[in-house]
């Protein structure tokens, strides 16, 4: 059985985890601290970051792109009879969302609705270059759930939560991805793919006190804070 060594938060690893539950392969799993991590990790790791797929034969593959096109290459595609174009075009559109992921968690750990106004600028690139993309759904090329979806089911579940937690709608000017987030979360990939205690485990690095939206993202709040960003929240 393959392993996904993983850091609890991470969105990187999400991609890998949601890849495996959406084609019903069976994992294990094993957690590490970013801030202590194991030797036997640093051992084997070439880059010190996760996600790190350990094949059945014992072989550490790193960077979730590589590890993705792997789980491919070794399990039934999700979508069948793909063109070597619409794979080139799949990789594309995954890249669009895995470039966004630490912009994701920049943004979540603004101090103030100005830093997040300003990080938002940047992220809602990807969210309008998806609102112009998407057709009639549900998924992202159609009626089939597909690698793309897997991609960019990170930045969409954590979106999620967002709103849940603070009332901030990363998503409230893109009506097409609104609903693609509705439909992937309906999958229940999205709570597959983490650890039982992510909920908990998010909310305590990214929506605490000292986050604008930690703090029920308050259209009111005057004050700035000037604590400092916590690190190793995301991955590396």
């Known amino acids: ?30 957690y590490i601290e970013l801030k202590n991590k194991p030797q036997w990790f640093l051992d084997i790791s070439t880059t010190g970051q996760v996600p790190m797929l350990i094949t059945e034969h014992g072989t550490p593959l790193f960077e979730s792109d590589a590890i993705v096109e792997y789980i491919d290459e070794v399990t039934p595609p999700l979508q069948d009879n793909l063109s070597p174009e619409q794979r080139a075009i799949n990789r594309a559109w995954s890249y669009q969302a895995s470039k966004h992921y630490l912009v994701q968690c920049s943004t979540m750990q603004s101090a103030d609705k100005g830093i997040l106004d300003e990080r938002m600028a940047k992220l809602i690139k990807s969210f309008e270059k998806a609102e112009k993309q998407l057709g009639e759904g549900p998924y992202f090329f159609g009626q089939k759930l597909g690698n793309v979806d897997m991609a960019w089911l990170p930045l969409l579940h954590r979106a999620a939560i967002v709103e849940d937690h603070s009332g901030y ?46 703090r029920g993202a308050n259209l009111n709040e005057a004050a700035t804070s000037t604590s400092q960003p916590q690190t190793g929240g995301c991955c590396g």
């Open 169 to 214: 709608d990363m998503l409230s000017d893109y009506p097409k991805v609104k609903a693609w987030q509705k439909t992937l979360l309906e999958t229940g990939i999205p709570e597959k793919s983490v650890p039982t205690d992510f909920d908990e485990k998010f909310s305590t690095f990214y929506l605490d006190d000292r986050t604008w939206l930690g």
């Open 1 to 30: 059985m393959i392993k996904i060594v993983s850091f609890k938060i991470c969105p990187f690893v999400q991609r890998v985890t949601a890849m495996l539950e959406a084609k019903t392969i069976s994992y294990e799993i094993e």
